[in-house]
DNA sequence: CGAACTGTTGAGAGGCTTCAAGCCTAGTGG
DNA sequence: CCACTAGGCTTGAAGCCTCTCAACAGTTCG
């Protein structure tokens, strides 16, 4: 990594020596080693802290976004003021790349949950790069085919199961999303306000819930941090299996951006 | 249109003279006349009544569906059993082209709820067209794009609205999408457990909302027609305005499809 | 015409929210 | 660096909204 000095919007940041910012991108993985080269050059990257607004809902893109570092919320708001988060945006994931295809403003916000690098690469590049290379344009196709899944997914989820289910089945997904660290602690901090926000319930319900798989020893509490004790019985909760029957074995909440 | 013969499963249907059956499909809109009269030649399509499955969770697709009459509805099968419906394709929709860009199989099922005419294109084809033709190639991704924000509008309105506020924008939204007669019929028949299942919640449930709309003269219902009388009053439930403020002007449920 | 499915309504239970109050934590400014 | 403050976290009590279960009428289809 590069230098990383917490400051407060947009500051610059320095790749590290004999490494290309973009090198890590899946997105990017196919591009020749000029066309990379020319988009590096191109390209500013920043220092964004938590809370920082990337965009907003209505505003207009003139670029799409690339994390590099930290992670990403991106959510609507509801008419009530709540916000509905709709996905997360993490190393190597592009955001914003809607407005590339349909123009429309943006149809979401994203805001900073976790320190993040960013970096912003316009439009014109982008378009540039889908038109001389094929298989570009076809890994921006894949993007958008994983993450309509993955919220099609999450409606399914949160529509039709309980909270316990809901609650059970994301801290699954945020094991396989985020990962764990050694002593099984979840590797990301997000609040009680954003969980509950991702799930559509209330923070005060979220709070009973995971107290209460806490008291049954299947997670540990301590603060913020969540150590996952009881895999399985997650995943025996998250699938209703009072009586063991149609287990689908299938990836339940799936990343999501915009 | 053509000779229109209700039979049980992928009865041949043909197009009417002078006519090409794909010609008001707005995804081959941009194709050459050539393009388009290569392609006529090498489909079929077919006649599909109710009920008729298309294609299956878990299936491996072949090609692509276009659907040129008829409404199909698109559904998850939660672990429960139940189905959560993601999405219409009706008239110049196109289903099941996920599997053109990720190879994997279908995350979905399709199932014909009004009797409907439809042609399968197989993927070769289309892989031909999307490299011969790159405004080709946009439209399917613009095609993406909405479906993507559709989903996740859907899922917004779910997860944060009452039952009532659902079920008024959801009637909105099928005004929207299906249009309503000369009487203010909605012009689309759906089971009551059809739009229990779109939105989230039992049959009995939306059944007493419907009913408490009927009462209150909002809508009237004639069987299973439902006659929209007081749309302000629907949309004004639609946002929970018992209190007139934070009015955002958007299209609530956006046309959805897999 | 009968069977199977859909639609409707009621009673009752309980899951989840609302409201409220207090504690705790993180971030700010002096 | 510490005190302060706003916002995050937690818990309780109360009640509504939605679901479950059940029974029956109506409808569709073979």
Redesign the interface.
């Known amino acids: 990594m590069g230098t990383l000095i917490h400051k407060k919007k947009f500051k610059r940041y320095n790749a590290p020596e004999n490494e290309t910012l973009l090198h890590n991108v899946p997105l990017f993985s196919e591009l020749t080693r000029d066309e990379l080269c020319n988009l590096e050059l191109a390209i500013q990257s920043s220092l964004l802290s938590k809370r920082t607004i990337i965009y907003h809902e209505g505003m207009r893109h003139t670029g799409i976004y690339c994390i590099l570092e930290g992670i990403v919320k991106i959510y ?1 708001q ?5 916000q ?1 988060i ?1 996905g997360f945006a993490t190393k190597g994931d592009i955001i914003a790349y ?1 407005s590339l ?2 123009n429309e403003p943006a ?2 916000t994203a805001e900073v949950m976790q320190d993040s690098v960013m970096c912003h690469i316009s439009y014109s590049h982008i378009t540039r790069l889908i ?1 001389s290379n ?1 298989t570009f ?2 890994h ?3 993007l ?6 993955g ?11 309980s909270v316990r289910e809901r609650t059970a089945g994301f801290l699954l997904f945020l094991k396989d999303q985020f990962g764990v660290d050694e002593r099984n602690h979840i590797r990301v901090s997000m609040t009680r306000i954003d969980l509950a926000n991702v ?2 319930m209330v923070t005060a319900t979220l709070i009973r819930v995971l107290s209460d798989f806490n008291k049954s020893n299947i997670i540990n509490l301590i603060g913020k941090e969540i150590e996952l004790i009881d895999i399985d019985k997650l995943h025996a909760i998250s ?2 299996l009072i009586n063991i029957d ?3 074995d299938d990836v339940i909440f799936r990343k999501k951006m ?1």
Chains 1, 2 share one sequence.
């Open positions: 609507m509801a008419a009530s003021g709540k509905q709709v809607r295809f349909v149809c979401s038109k094929k344009a076809y921006f196709i894949q958008m085919c994983k993450e309509l899944e919220s099609n997914s999450l409606l399914k989820n949160i529509a039709q199961r799930l559509g699938r209703n149609s287990v689908k915009t």
